[in-house]
């Protein structure tokens, strides 16, 4: 559902004053949320009001996983009277809303943590009901920086702030877990919770070995709880704005909730938000430099063990959350081409679970996980040319040749998903069924294989 403009000027009217909605664009990624760009251009001289942090109505004022990458536009903010506002829009994606006020709560959190100081972008506007944007939603200032992750990590534009980086989220750890809790935060058990979703999960016969070792595991090792603190729920690379000198906010809160701080220092270390870089800390650092720069702001002295048991259980809960959006395309709540190739990033957590708790079974199925084919392999073709491989491989070409280079924003995003999920098939039919009776090490190596060969290169 597009963006309606009309109303979106008037929900903002009360704001900004009298504004004409232009520039409205879908910005890629965000598999929980829909996130739009758009400027508020004033179309009278009448002063707009002035934006206030106390507004204590939902509607107007400082009011789970958005999937790895959302790129904003790089652009400078003007918010001044009289001048072009640069936003943007965070709404619930059409069908399927969210939990009944969690906008206002996310807004909230986020207003706090900005009071006291703390690098986040400035709610406009925020609605749990669909009254104002189509959907429950937040207008927020648009922050200037980079969310693109591989660009953070390797572009030179980048380079200083990769040295600064998990200083600065160590300090902004300490700080959120500083604030004072606030009343509506969800604080539920975080196991039990993944426990429970892991046995629905094997009702539908979707069960996980790996998953289930990695829970009772945790179980029979969970350390002495801390807290509860407010916890953003989701901070990692792909939820940072980044400036050339380092973070320039923290975005994308719907999972915030009250809990263990060391939650939130485990999640950043979690090996999927690395994307493919070295550093066990968003790609650019390590776990020591991450709790050294927590405590040295005032936060918890967590060891090493602790961290490392939220670590593995960032690890399930991303899979588990996998499973989760896959059976939403599954089930048919919610059909969409990228929550179907998020299913097949399960056997991304499986194996990395694996590697944090069975590494010898994991080097050793490593070392005999099957080969790529080095050429493409003959096959009969009864049904006539172009058979099914060729067709794939046509369709493929479309998509990366044709489709993505001449759109932008969502359009391409999806398109390379597309690609991405016909390479897997075509993996699939090139490698043929696993042998019977393989050890569950190589039985998560085969399913990589195919889902994400280069995924054994990153280790």
């Known amino acids: 559902m597009e963006v309606d403009t009309g109303q979106l000027a008037e929900a903002l009217r009360p704001v900004l004053g009298e504004v004409q909605v232009e520039n409205v664009a879908r910005l890629s990624g965000g598999a929980s949320r829909e996130t739009w760009a758009f400027d508020a251009v004033p179309t009278s001289t009448r ?5 206030r942090a106390d507004h204590s109505s939902s509607e107007i004022g400082y009011p789970e996983i958005g999937y790895p990458e959302i790129g904003y536009p790089q652009t400078e903010l003007s918010g001044r009277t009289g001048q072009r506002v640069e936003l943007v829009l965070r709404r619930d994606p059409p069908g399927r ?3 009944p006020g969690a906008t206002g709560r996310e807004a909230r959190a986020i207003g706090a943590a900005r009071a ?6 400035e709610v406009l506007l925020a609605s749990d009901s669909a009254e104002l944007f189509g959907t429950a939603g937040m207008v927020m200032r648009r922050v200037a920086g980079e969310t693109i ?9 980048y380079a200083p702030a990769r040295r600064v980086l998990v200083g600065q989220l160590g300090e902004f750890a300490a700080g959120l877990h500083a604030l004072p809790l606030f009343g509506d935060l969800p604080a539920a058990d975080p196991l039990a919770g993944l426990r429970a979703t892991l046995a629905e999960f094997a009702e539908l016969g979707q069960a996980s070995e790996v998953f289930e070792l990695a829970a009772a595991e945790l179980a029979r090792s969970q350390p002495a709880p801390r807290g509860p603190v407010i916890v953003h729920g989701d901070l990692r690379l792909g939820n940072l704005i980044v400036a050339p ?36 800390v968003a790609g650019v650092g390590s776990r020591k430099e991450l709790l050294f720069a927590y405590r040295a702001a005032g936060g918890a002295d967590i060891s090493l063990d602790e961290l490392r ?23 048919g709540a919610y059909r969409s081409v990228e929550l179907a190739a998020i299913g097949r ?3 991304e957590q499986e194996w990395d679970l694996l590697e944090l ?25 009864p049904f006539g040319r172009p058979t099914a491989s060729e067709l794939l491989d046509a369709v493929r070409e479309f998509l990366t040749e044709q489709v993505m280079a001449h759109t932008d924003g969502q359009l391409a995003f999806h398109a390379r998903v597309a690609a991405n999920a016909l390479a897997i098939v075509a993996r699939e039919l090139a490698l043929g069924p696993p042998p019977d009776e393989l050890e569950l090490a190589d039985r998560v190596a085969a399913k990589l294989a195919v889902a994400n060969p280069r995924y054994f290169s990153s280790s």
Do not use: K, N
Not at 47 to 51: G, M, N, R, V, Y
Not at 149 to 157: F, G, H, K, S, V
Not at 254 to 275: I, S, T, Y
């Open 47 to 51: 002063p707009a009001p002035e934006s």
């Open 97 to 99: 809303p969210s939990e």
């Open 116 to 121: 006291a100081g703390l690098a986040v972008p």
């Open 149 to 157: 992750a591989r660009r953070i990590l390797r572009d030179e534009r």
């Open 245 to 280: 000198s380092g973070l320039a906010a923290v975005i994308d809160w719907e999972l915030v909730h009250a809990g263990d701080p060391a939650e939130d220092l485990g999640w950043l270390c979690v090996r999927a938000w690395r994307f493919g870089a070295a550093g066990a």
């Open 309 to 331: 048991w939220w670590e593995v259980f960032g690890t399930l809960r991303w899979g588990v959350i996998c499973l989760t959006q896959a059976w939403a395309h599954l089930s």
């Open 345 to 347: 990033r399960v056997c």
């Open 357 to 381: 708790l069975r590494p010898e079974a994991a080097a050793a199925a490593a070392g005999r996980r099957p080969a790529p084919a080095s050429e493409p392999r003959s096959e009969p073709a």
